[in-house]
C-alpha cells in the first residue's frame, strides 16, 4: 500500500491538545503500523499497537485510550465492531483505509476517514483533532441530575 513516507513533521499543535495521549493503532500492515506508531511517537504522544479486531478487543478491555487509529479492512474482518466498541466508551477514532469511504456502517459515517495513501501531515492533524475532541469531552461539564 503506498504511503508518503515524507519525513514526519512536528506538529502545529494547539495549546489545547498537549504531548502525552495514549493512542490506540489498529492496522494489520505491520510496516503501515511502524508509520503510525512513529508519527504518534514523534508528536509526543504513545502508541498502542492491535494487529486485528480481535487484538483491538482485547486491548480495549484492559486499557483506556485517548484516542484511536483504525484501518477498516483487518485479517480477522472489518474493523467496525471495535469502533463501536470505542463509541461506546466514548473514545474519539478515525479510520484510516484504502477501502471505500461509502462501506463504513451509517453509525460511523460522521468519523473522520483518511485514505490511503496518505499524507502523514493529514494523518497527523485528524489524530489531533480526534484528541481535541476527547479533551473537550473530557472538559465538559457533568449534566446535573
Not at 1 to 18: D, E, G, I, L
Not at 22 to 34: Q, Y
Not at 104 to 109: F, L
Request: hydrophobic share 50%.
Amino acid at each position: 500500500m503506498p504511503v508518503s513516507f515524507s519525513a514526519p513533521t512536528p506538529m502545529n499543535r494547539s495549546a489545547a491538545v498537549p504531548a502525552g495521549h495514549t493512542v490506540l493503532v489498529v492496522e494489520d500492515e505491520i510496516e503501515l503500523s511502524r508509520l503510525f506508531i512513529e508519527v504518534l511517537k514523534e508528536s509526543g504522544h504513545t502508541a498502542i499497537p492491535a494487529y486485528s479486531v480481535s487484538d483491538a478487543l482485547s486491548v480495549i478491555a484492559h486499557q483506556r485510550f485517548d484516542a484511536a487509529i483504525l484501518d477498516v479492512e483487518l485479517r480477522d474482518g472489518p474493523v467496525f465492531p471495535v469502533a463501536d466498541r470505542l463509541a461506546a466508551l466514548g473514545t474519539p477514532f478515525l479510520f484510516a483505509s484504502a477501502v471505500y469511504y461509502q462501506v463504513v456502517p451509517r453509525a460511523h459515517q460522521q468519523v473522520p476517514f483518511v485514505s490511503k495513501p496518505f499524507e502523514v501531515n493529514v494523518l497527523q492533524q485528524r489524530v489531533e483533532e480526534a484528541l481535541a475532541k476527547r479533551l473537550a469531552i473530557t472538559a465538559s461539564p457533568a449534566p446535573a441530575g
